[in-house]
DNA sequence: ATAAATGCAAAGGGTTTGCAAAGGC
DNA sequence: GCCTTTGCAAACCCTTTGCATTTAT
């Protein structure tokens, strides 16, 4: 909403730490561009696009294309350091992955903003419902849709769900 | 998988009587069209995408541009005879609103077979989860991503998941 | 020196839109 | 006849790809 995702400069200097050591381990050049693209997103506290990813690194100072982004992101993804969200908005978020196992997802439909939260027993029952229907349960993805408390109070226009 | 979505042919003719007194009602054109491609995704069992519906009224003989497809599931939409979902793949998919108020997907990420189960323990417990953090909710969104039954068996290769 | 990454621009898939022609009402 | 829908093609958004150039190793 206002702007700046940064924050925990420790976590996300860690982070890229951990990313440089994964490049290198891999044979994979540790460019300039890399570097300041994963500090963009690993250091992220919210759930980036890919644009804003490439906008805020720009805004720091760093020029890097579109594809160049794209491209680093999926290098990023393949490391288990960034991980992808899909809320049904037409394109993809990005969030650090912590060492949180799983968590479901809270959406603000008036300000956007997003609640993540772990509830053991939701995931249990995904399980058994999967296999009380002969499925093998893989994964699953849960996007609850509300309005927060702060939207509550302010009582401003509220922007209906996108797609259940 | 095999091909030809049709099925319940007295539901759908049913339901496109209904969208047809629904364009009456607001005074919006019934054109042939229309009823052509709603009678394919009001009639379909499987979840289509705009793509396949377009396919499928081509192939009943009814000659309709792609625009007219997205335009009408707009209406049908709109009308609440239509509901959208979205499994991560990068586009939409169309279900026929039958009375059944909720239901959650599983989704085989082998053959892409979807099954429909309702469940409202979990779904209680999102109302909870939303509440606990000050949300108002308003809907959710889960699709649990798994091996079917047949595809355990024949144990063909697995499509990862698509997005958590 | 070599193999890979970068940037640009063009292509790609799903979807939307502008506009003249066709068709309900 | 008036106003909406239709169809086509172009535009659109997010993302990927081709290719010449730059860069890490």
Redesign the pocket.
């Known amino acids: 909403m206002d702007g700046h995702p940064v924050a925990r400069p420790d976590d996300a200097r860690a982070a890229v730490e951990r990313f440089s050591r994964y490049?290198?381990e891999h044979?994979?050049?540790?460019?300039?561009?890399?570097l300041a693209i994963a500090e963009v997103a690993l250091g992220a506290e919210r759930h980036l696009?890919?644009?804003e990813i490439a906008v805020e690194t720009r805004a720091r100072g760093h020029?890097?294309?579109?594809?160049?982004v794209?491209?680093?992101?999926?290098?990023l993804l393949r490391s288990g350091l960034l991980v992808e969200r899909d809320f049904g908005e037409?394109?993809?978020r990005f969030e650090p992955a912590r060492d949180v196992p799983h968590h479901e997802h809270l959406l603000c439909t008036v300000c956007g903003r997003v609640v993540e939260f772990r509830d053991e027993r939701l995931e249990r029952m995904t399980t058994l419902a999967a296999e009380a229907r002969g499925y093998a349960r893989q994964s699953h993805r849960l996007v609850i849709y509300g309005v927060c408390e702060g939207c509550q109070r302010t009582g401003r226009g509220r922007g209906g769900p996108a797609l259940r």
């Open positions: 490049l290198r044979g994979l050049p540790v460019t300039g561009q890399r696009s890919a644009e020029g890097v294309g579109t594809a160049t794209y491209r680093t992101i999926d290098v037409g394109f993809r």
